[in-house]
Each structure stands twice: as structure tokens, then as C-alpha cells.
């Protein structure tokens, strides 16, 4: 099962993170972005191929230290059709290294069009009776707030290809208590509710480390829910976003894992992606200081974790 690939690779390099990249225009050196202008012109077309490129250096120099890495859609998104290419090169230039991709979509409808989505970024669709990959990441993760609607069109080709999909569970920003802490009528909140779904929705795809195929979004920045998700919910593996820029540090997460070590893959993006700008490095070398970022990265979490334990 793929979610045992993803463990597989997290125990093989220590190392228990995602590097998330969400690119901007500003976080990219100047001497790719003038290389792409003078290519393609100051357009949708250069900022993609920019994009792709300082991608590439960043998949180069990270794919030794991470196991995973995770596009979020809307920044390639935002550049139009061009854009969505780089997400696809991205993915692909990802995969050949060697790395789990999960796209960060939130993805969130029912039937035939949540079908299509789950085609798009996971499964195969019908050209003339061929069956074609689009995207084909190796996760996707989604929003639940449709029910089972949304979400089993979403696990029958997770079934089919082998995939995985992370559900928003008690996401890391600040506002997540305004809906995901209400307590519904069971006297359970939103998000255990939703926990208890997941649970549910991967029982019968559970893997040899104990984890199902149907993982769950759960913000560092919200440790105490995060153990108490952690010790509710033992066969959901965790996406920890909220590391780094959001505020969240190796204590923050620690509860997120059991006590092998395994259970979680925590996100950083914005500190691994400028840790160029943050350093002062010289820009050439905006690869070698997003690796030492993602070193460092996870030596903090294991400091707090330990050794990960198959």
C-alpha cells in the first residue's frame, strides 16, 4: 500500500517531513527569473518556467534529506494554464528523484465531480478508450465538509491506483475553532467527529505499520488537539502543517507521533523554500541552504522524537 511507501521512506532517511513548495515570484533568485524572462517575457509563461526552475534546484538538493514534498495548487494555479504545467512538471521532476508527492488541493464535491477530481490529481481518465494520468500525484489531500459524498468517490480510485488522500481534521490556522472546536449534539467536537470519520473511511485499507490509506490534515500549531487526536485516532497518519513560518517548533509536533516515531509527516514550506533570503546567502547557492534548512528540520524533530523505528 502507498502509505506504507511514504513510511517506507520517512524510516529509510530518518527523517519525518515535507517540504511543502508554494512558490512566489519573490522567493526566487534573480538569476532564474531574468533567465525565464528573457526566454518567455515577463508573462504567465516566464514566472511558470521561473517557477519550474528554482523548483528543480530546490528537488536536487532536498531529495537526499526528505521523503516527501507537497505542491500546494493555488501558487501554480495562479499563473494560469502555464502555471498548472509547473505543477505537473513539478510533480513528475519529484517523482523521478524518488519523492511521495502530496498536492495540497483541498478538494471538496460530490459525485461525478468529485470523480473528476480524483481523476485528475490521483487517477487515470478516458481519452477514446484510452485510460490517461493527468497529474498523478501519490496523495491529495481534501476537505470533508460534504460528508462521505465527498469522499468516497475520491477512495474507490485511491482503491484502484493505489493512492492516498489527507482530510482536514483541525487545520492550523487561527480561525480553524470558529467551525472544527463546536461541539455537535454526541458532546464530540467537529474535528473528533471528523477524526472518528477517517477512521472509519480507511479501516479496510490498513497497512503493515498500522496506518490506513486515509490520512488526516492536523496543525502543529494546535499540540494539545494534536495529542489528543494522536491517542484517538491510531490508524490515521497525520500532515502536520504549521511548522516554521506558522509558529509551530519539534515540541509543537512531537504528539503527533507514536511511540515508534512514525504516524506523522510534518510540513515546512516558506522556510525551506527562502532559507536562501533568510540566511543572506548568495542567491547561486538558494539550493545548498533549502538542503541545510531541511537538515536542520529534522534534526529538531528527532530531537524530540528519537530514533524512527520500523
Excluded at 505542491?71 to 524518488?98: D, H, V
Excluded at 467551525?179 to 473528533?192: A, H, R, S
Excluded at 496543525?219 to 513560518?245: C, D, I, M, N, W
Excluded at 511511540?259 to 545548498?288: C, D, H, P
Aim: charged share 25%.
Amino acid at each position: 500500500m502507498i502509505m506504507d511507501r511514504l513510511i517506507d521512506a520517512i524510516v529509510a532517511k530518518q527523517n519525518p517531513t515535507v517540504a511543502g513548495l508554494d512558490p512566489k515570484l519573490s522567493y526566487i533568485p534573480d538569476f532564474i527569473k531574468v533567465a525565464s524572462f528573457s526566454k518567455y517575457g515577463k508573462n504567465l509563461e516566464g514566472a511558470a518556467d521561473a517557477i519550474l526552475q528554482f523548483n528543480r534546484g530546490l528537488i536536487d538538493a532536498i531529495s537526499p534529506i526528505v521523503p516527501a514534498v507537497k505542491p500546494q495548487c493555488a501558487y501554480y494555479e495562479q499563473y494560469g494554464w502555464q502555471g498548472m504545467r509547473a505543477l505537473y512538471e513539478t510533480i513528475r521532476y519529484a517523482q523521478g528523484k524518488g519523492l511521495f508527492v502530496i498536492t495540497d488541493g483541498k478538494r471538496n464535491d460530490i459525485g461525478t465531480t468529485m470523480e473528476a477530481y480524483a481523476k485528475a490529481h490521483l487517477g487515470v481518465v478516458g481519452v477514446e478508450g484510452e485510460l490517461v494520468p493527468a497529474f498523478d500525484s501519490d496523495a491529495l489531500t481534501v476537505n470533508p465538509y460534504l460528508g462521505a459524498d465527498g469522499i468516497k468517490p475520491l477512495l474507490s480510485v485511491c482503491e484502484e491506483r493505489d493512492r492516498d488522500v489527507f482530510v482536514l481534521i483541525k487545520t492550523s490556522n487561527p480561525s480553524s475553532g470558529e467551525l472544527q472546536d463546536q461541539k455537535l449534539e454526541t458532546g464530540k467536537t467537529l474535528y473528533l467527529t471528523v477524526g472518528t470519520l477517517c477512521e472509519k473511511w480507511g479501516a479496510e485499507t490498513i497497512g503493515k505499520y498500522g496506518y490506513s490509506r486515509v490520512g488526516g490534515v492536523v496543525g502543529a500549531t494546535y499540540p494539545a488537539q494534536l495529542s489528543e487526536l494522536r491517542k484517538k485516532l491510531p490508524h490515521t497518519f497525520f500532515l502536520v502543517p504549521g511548522y516554521g513560518a506558522q509558529g509551530g517548533g519539534a515540541k509543537d509536533v512531537a504528539p503527533a507521533f507514536d511511540e515508534k516515531g512514525l504516524g506523522a509527516i510534518v510540513n515546512a514550506s516558506r522556510s525551506i523554500m527562502t532559507a536562501w533570503q533568510q540566511t543572506s546567502a548568495e542567491e547561486q547557492y538558494f539550493a545548498k541552504a533549502a538542503a541545510r534548512e531541511a537538515m536542520r528540520m529534522k534534526e529538531d524533530i528527532l530531537s524530540q522524537i528519537g530514533e524512527i523505528k520500523a
